[in-house]
């Protein structure tokens, strides 16, 4: 790719976002896993309705020189086919069984639209390769009930990774074979999990009409961490079966990759803001880290703390820091990758309301939802909170989002969540407004 084109990829992502936010994804998708960037999904009612939006932003991920591996469904397109012969299909625990007659039509509706996909690449100037067959060795597990439906035992990748080496998308169809030679009809999540857990990928992605994961209000829940949110998210009765099976299987999946290895839900036209971005636009699923917790600073590593909040503020640390501030709690990831510092402060109606002193995020974990994990469960623990941040904080978007209020104070803006008395108000704004730095800048928390 030229330069001149470089550039202009650079631009309209930093439209998005900052550029060097974007560089630094770029760094991270193209030097750490090599061949291994990304394996995607896609569903077939994408295919057939944001063919357009979908080819775009593959054609994007080439632009920057990323070469993803796709795995496509096709299951809006079966289902027409099997009505138009009138091939009658039935169900078993919402899995489509698989007969001769319905196997010999799934694979010609599953190799027409890899070659449909495969052919609108090549128009916009992608490469790509069609696999149908070779890549998924099977058994049939459950023949009684579900039929031709293969249960993969081992995935072939070489032939994958040396298509994606030349540059070339390799589009997949998810059709297996046993070792008798029986072609079987294979789910397309499982396909895509299967392909995963052998190349182990830095991303896997989902792309989907609803453009991620949904909570009760059917908002995209932007952030899910296995160790943190996992339990909650899988017993609540607005994850609905599909998502839930997915959800099950994504953590499987995650549990048996690398720890930098995410889940992203996104919608075909937001996947470059997906990837580029720390906010991002769909759903990002992660391992996540657990939280330390402690009252005393002798609970936690406090040179590992201190290098994160210097490294987090590209500032120097009061040297008495430790000494000198009247921790209330310190939240920090296993991994010293997130931390969340809480001081005592003046006694509001018989108890005292915490000072939020530091939140910081170490840059390699910025967009892997590490650090929202963490502010969910602090602030979720913590029904009063108020903090500072200077004017020219990057992280104001985020305060301002996710704070009951905030108010000016010169240099200041002073946020708050769960204060509604005014006097409440006033003392926090007061407390935040004239507390002392401690840091030799002045744009830390």
């Given at each position: 790719?030229?330069?001149s084109?470089?550039?202009?990829?650079?631009?309209?992502?930093?439209?998005m976002?900052?550029?060097?936010?974007?560089?630094k994804?770029?760094?991270?998708?193209?030097s750490?896993?090599?061949l291994?960037?990304?394996?995607?999904k896609v569903g077939?009612?994408?295919?057939?309705?944001?063919?357009?939006?979908?080819?775009?932003?593959l054609?994007?991920?080439?632009?920057?020189?990323l070469?993803?591996?796709i795995?496509h469904?096709?299951g809006?397109?079966?289902t027409?086919?099997?009505n138009?012969k009138?091939?009658?299909?039935?169900?078993f625990?919402?899995?489509?069984?698989?007969?001769?007659?319905?196997?010999k039509?799934a694979?010609?509706?599953f190799?027409?639209e890899?070659?449909n996909?495969t052919?609108?690449?090549?128009?916009a100037?992608v490469?790509?390769?069609?696999f149908?067959s070779?890549?998924f060795?099977?058994?049939?597990q459950?023949k009684d009930?579900?039929?031709l439906v293969g249960?993969?035992t081992s995935v072939?990748v070489?032939?994958l990774?040396k298509?994606?080496?030349?540059?070339?998308v390799?589009?997949?169809?998810?059709?297996?074979?046993?070792a008798?030679?029986?072609?079987v009809?294979v789910n397309?999540?499982?396909?895509?999990?299967?392909?995963a857990?052998?190349?182990q990928?830095?991303?896997?992605?989902?792309l989907?009409?609803?453009g991620?994961?949904?909570d009760?209000?059917?908002?995209i829940i932007?952030?899910?961490s296995?160790?943190?949110?996992y339990k909650?998210?899988?017993?609540q009765?607005?994850?609905?079966s599909?998502?839930?099976?997915?959800?099950?299987?994504?953590k499987?999946?995650?549990?048996s990759?690398p720890?930098a290895?995410s889940?992203?839900?996104?919608k075909?036209?937001?996947?470059?803001?997906?990837l580029?971005t720390?906010?991002?636009?769909g759903?990002l699923?992660?391992m996540?880290?657990r939280?330390?917790i402690?009252?005393?600073w002798?609970?936690?590593?406090q040179k590992?703390?201190?290098?994160l909040?210097?490294?987090?503020f590209d500032?120097?640390l009061?040297?008495n820091?430790f000494?000198?501030?009247d921790?209330?709690?310190v939240?920090?990831?296993e991994c010293?990758?997130a931390?969340?510092?809480?001081?005592?402060?003046?006694n509001?109606?018989e108890s005292?309301?915490?000072?939020?002193?530091?939140?910081?995020?170490s840059d390699d974990?910025k967009?892997?939802g590490v650090?929202?994990s963490?502010?969910?469960?602090?602030v979720w623990?913590?029904?009063?909170?108020?903090?500072?941040?200077?004017?020219?904080?990057?992280?104001?978007?985020?305060?301002?989002?996710v704070?009951d209020?905030?108010?000016?104070c010169?240099?200041?803006?002073?946020?708050w969540n769960?204060?509604t008395?005014?006097?409440e108000?006033q003392?926090?704004?007061?407390?935040a407004?004239?507390k002392g730095k401690?840091?030799?800048?002045?744009n830390?928390v």
């Amino acid at each position: 790719m030229t330069s001149s084109v470089k550039e202009t990829v650079y631009k309209l992502l930093t439209v998005m976002d900052g550029e060097s936010q974007v560089r630094k994804y770029l760094k991270r998708f193209s030097s750490e896993q090599g061949l291994k960037f990304a394996v995607i999904k896609v569903g077939g009612k994408i295919l057939k309705e944001e063919m357009s939006n979908l080819i775009t932003s593959l054609a994007f991920l080439k632009q920057v020189g990323l070469t993803p591996i796709i795995v496509h469904g096709a299951g809006p397109q079966l289902t027409s086919r099997l009505n138009t012969k009138d091939i009658k299909t039935e169900f078993f625990d919402g899995q489509r069984i698989t007969s001769p007659e319905v196997l010999k039509t799934a694979r010609e509706v599953f190799i027409d639209e890899n070659h449909n996909l495969t052919s609108k690449l090549k128009e916009a100037g992608v490469d790509a390769t069609s696999f149908y067959s070779g890549v998924f060795e099977c058994e049939l597990q459950h023949k009684d009930t579900l039929g031709l439906v293969g249960s993969i035992t081992s995935v072939e990748v070489e032939q994958l990774l040396k298509t994606v080496q030349k540059g070339c998308v390799p589009v997949v169809s998810p059709l297996g074979e046993t070792a008798e030679g029986q072609i079987v009809n294979v789910n397309a999540d499982s396909a895509t999990f299967s392909l995963a857990k052998e190349i182990q990928p830095y991303k896997i992605i989902f792309l989907t009409e609803t453009g991620g994961v949904l909570d009760e209000k059917e908002n995209i829940i932007p952030n899910i961490s296995i160790v943190n949110n996992y339990k909650y998210l899988i017993k609540q009765p607005w994850v609905h079966s599909g998502m839930k099976l997915k959800l099950e299987k994504i953590k499987a999946i995650l549990e048996s990759m690398p720890t930098a290895t995410s889940v992203s839900i996104t919608k075909p036209e937001l996947l470059a803001k997906e990837l580029f971005t720390d906010k991002g636009s769909g759903t990002l699923v992660n391992m996540g880290e657990r939280a330390l917790i402690s009252e005393t600073w002798q609970g936690i590593d406090q040179k590992r703390l201190k290098n994160l909040i210097e490294s987090s503020f590209d500032k120097k640390l009061d040297s008495n820091y430790f000494s000198s501030i009247d921790l209330h709690k310190v939240y920090v990831t296993e991994c010293y990758r997130a931390a969340i510092v809480l001081t005592n402060t003046f006694n509001y109606s018989e108890s005292s309301i915490p000072y939020l002193d530091k939140f910081v995020v170490s840059d390699d974990a910025k967009g892997e939802g590490v650090g929202r994990s963490l502010w969910e469960k602090v602030v979720w623990k913590h029904q009063k909170l108020f903090w500072r941040a200077n004017h020219t904080n990057p992280v104001n978007k985020f305060y301002a989002g996710v704070s009951d209020g905030f108010m000016k104070c010169g240099e200041w803006k002073v946020y708050w969540n769960g204060l509604t008395d005014y006097e409440e108000i006033q003392n926090c704004v007061q407390y935040a407004k004239t507390k002392g730095k401690t840091v030799t800048e002045e744009n830390a928390v």
